[in-house]
């Protein structure tokens, strides 16, 4: 006997074998100490291509920085976050079914420390991604699309 699809509002279309652990998850997230910064490193592959870069989140400020070899990409508050900086902050990644995602997640499973989302796309529910996330240090640790997959290699906070 499969698993039962239920209608979740936020959560999209969730088997509910795996809607505990997603709301596991979110609690972990949003009840997490607040570092004041968190940095990393994380390696990017896109189109057969990878690069490293280095990437900042200042939590009180919500301000980001994403630096490779040749140039420096910042953030404000309130805008797009990209994947390689959300890794730090996995609320801003979009795969938690917000009206501005376009992932919704459809199963996630906790081994011991490591949690593993599957997210279906909002607009094309065939194709999907798939995000680790490292309960001890509440981080994500890779996300996977069709298109990149984006692994934080080595993180560190700053109270």
Known sequence: MGAR?????TFGLVDTASLSETVSLLQLLLERPRFHQRRGTVRVTAAGDAMTVE???????????????????SGEPGRYVPP????LAPEHLPVWGRSHDSWDPVHTERRGQEFTMIAANRY????????????????????KTPAESVDLVQQSAIV
């Open 84 to 87: 390689a900086v959300a890794l």
């Open 5 to 9: 699809l239920v209608d979740v509002c």
């Open 55 to 73: 990437v900042v989140m200042d939590r009180w400020t919500g301000h980001w920085e994403l630096r490779d070899k040749e140039s420096v990409l």
């Open 124 to 143: 094309n529910p065939v194709v999907q991604c798939e995000v680790s996330f490292d309960a001890r240090y509440l981080v994500a640790t890779t996300f």
